[in-house]
């Protein structure tokens, strides 16, 4: 029998193991940050107006930013790290959805856009609410900080766990939409092998579905031209001229057992 300590092991792992989150899913999970902080968006609205966000480094799956305090002359550090970035490109980009119309390759801003909206990403921000206000750990507890885990769980200022990022974070996401661009070209800088080798795995599919078609079709126009010809009724050969001759001249005789007039 299992006991109940072994069990609530079990459930943490498997817990720990399937919450990997994207954009997306930290987004659903922040709607609850204002049953903490009911003003927290006018927070947020605050920060853009002291000095908003900046990019100050990109590198190969990780953007650093720095989103200025709301009330004080300093920048904190942000981080974006996008995990297993390869395979969502790669994924996407086997999607025909999202090339060009004329077919000749993948359309990097619609690629751009799905990759932000998908990709699995870690976070961090140096900011003391991120430490001390529960995000560090609600995004440990999901696979979604970036450096070092936080196993302490804030039980008294956030023992409900509402949110998962800090109003800096939650600037950085609002302004995310208007990087498609960056993202755009930071896939070109990084990540065109991926991109090149995925649509050469999609032309080649669409080369061998073509030929396999076009074999079909080239099979099916064959077996019904047989099936025409066998259905078709045979016709009788013509007699020979000379057979016709013969019988004009049997026409011309009389019968046996006649009488002549």
Known sequence: MVGIGTE???????????????????????????????SFYDRVKKVAGAGGVRVV??????????????????????????????????????DKRIWKKDGSGVDLRY??????????????????????????????????????????????????????????????FDVLPFYVGTMSKFIKDYYMDIVASAEKEVLGRDKAVKKASSFLAKKKEEEDKKRVEKEQPKLEEPESEEEVEGEDEDEGKPQKGGTNA
């Open 111 to 172: 690629l751009a856009g799905e990759v932000l909206e998908e990709v699995d990403v870690k976070l961090f921000c140096s900011c003391p609410a991120f430490q001390y206000w529960g995000p560090a750990y609600i995004l440990t507890r999901r696979r979604a900080k970036h450096t070092n885990p936080e196993d302490r769980r804030p039980v008294v200022r956030n023992p409900k766990e509402y949110g998962a990022m800090c109003k800096h974070l939650q600037l950085i």
């Open 8 to 38: 609530v092991l079990m459930y943490e792992l498997i817990n720990h193991i399937i919450t990997e989150e994207t954009f997306s899913a930290i987004k659903n999970k922040q709607r609850s940050v204002t049953s903490l902080f009911p």
């Open 57 to 94: 480094d990109m590198e190969k799956g990780k953007w650093t930013f720095e989103v200025h305090s709301s009330d004080k002359p300093l920048w904190y550090q942000d981080i974006v790290e996008f995990v297993e970035i390869e395979n969502t490109i790669r994924d996407k980009v086997l």
